[in-house]
């Protein structure tokens, strides 16, 4: 059990993980096995007994590393004295680690904004257009990768070679630069902008996504409802303000909520293309290397909880949102 418990080698994780899938088969096995067998069993048996194992395998695998996290905030970095508040108020005082903060602002702030435009106009302007099933397939393409193969793909894009005598840039924009006559610029060193480099990877994969939800939810508005609106003689932009943004509201919620919770959560994209460095560190990466580069978890649960306390509303508001959706209909 104590090896269950606390595995620390990759071995003993692999036995922990295949213990795990045994017991979930066999908690499954006999489930399906007993379902029908005996006769006049009250319903709430029955729900205990199908809900009952997933959510004890969600309080032991989510509730209870969340509230370890979170009681972990509140100790030094070696996790033995209480230091109340300290590590929170560190975040608060220090210029890195409030730079930190500011970098996730920016990615949550931009990054759903601009995906969900560009996946929304994207899929306005290919919607029964001839060639929408190629359109459509190259802009969700970039889906299809990780993100650390995006953040590879975009270094070469970025890369930087100095203008000295016959060198030959290796980077796309520097190559045009360069062709324009100006001189290579370095887009992963230099901050502020930087930072909003980075991002534009993450809205160049999250497009994609976005383009197709949206386009689902596009073709979803009854045909009656656009006919009726094209007889009362409403323009293209009138048609797209009143008839189509309305109609396709819970789906941009969706897409909305799906992809600020991701921005919040981005750590390959920063940790493959610049490591952290030059100011573009975010809460993500920043709890990676506190916890397990310099050591200090108590620095890392509180960045962790912070993360935690970003998330929680935006789950919710996307809860509230489908409910009153369903409602509706």
């Known amino acids: 059990m104590d090896l269950l418990l606390s595995a620390d080698s990759t071995g ?3 036995i922990t993980m295949v213990a795990a899938i045994i017991l979930f088969v066999a908690v499954m096995g006999v489930l399906l096995f007993a379902v029908d067998r005996p006769r006049n069993v009250p319903s709430w048996l029955v729900f205990l007994a199908f809900v009952g194992p997933a ?3 969600l309080l032991w695998g989510l509730i209870r590393p969340a509230i370890l996290t979170i009681y972990q905030s509140f100790f030094d970095r070696r996790g033995e004295t209480f230091v109340g508040l300290d590590n929170f108020v560190a ?10 903060l500011v970098n996730t602002i920016i990615w949550v702030l931009i990054v759903p904004v601009a995906a ?3 996946g929304l106009l994207y899929a306005v302007v290919v919607d029964r257009s001839p060639v929408e099933a190629l359109a459509k397939a190259l802009i969700f393409l970039p889906m299809a990768i990780s993100l650390v193969g995006a953040s590879i793909i975009w270094r070469f894009v970025y890369e930087y070679k100095a203008d000295i005598g016959d060198i030959q840039q290796i980077g796309l924009l520097n190559q045009i630069l360069v062709w324009l006559g100006q001189e290579p610029y370095q887009f992963l060193l230099n901050g502020p902008w930087n930072t909003f480099f980075l991002i534009v990877v993450f809205i160049w994969v999250q497009t994609g996504f976005a383009m197709t939800i949206l386009s ?3 073709k979803a508005i009854p ?4 006919e009726a609106a094209r007889l009362d003689g409403v323009t293209g932009m009138q048609m797209f303000r009143h008839i189509t943004v309305p109609g396709i509201r819970p789906a941009l919620v969706v897409v909305l909520t799906t992809i600020a919770i991701g921005t919040l959560k981005v750590f390959d994209i920063v940790r493959t293309m610049t490591g952290g460095n030059y100011g573009t560190s975010v809460v993500a990466n920043e709890f990676y290397t506190q916890a397990f580069r310099q050591s200090n978890a108590g620095l890392g649960a509180a960045l962790a909880t912070i993360l935690f306390v970003l998330v929680v509303p935006i789950v919710v508001y996307n809860v509230r949102q489908m409910r009153i959706s369903e409602d509706v209909r």
């Not at 975040?91 to 930190?100: E, G, H, K, Q």
């Not at 045909?223 to 656009?226: A, E, G, H, K, N």
């Open 216 to 218: 689902a939810a596009i």
């Open 12 to 14: 003993d994780k692999l």
């Open 55 to 57: 959510a004890l395998l």
């Open 91 to 100: 975040l608060a005082t220090s210029n890195d680690l409030r730079s930190v």
């Open 223 to 226: 045909d009656d409802v656009t």
């Open 116 to 118: 969900t435009f560009l």
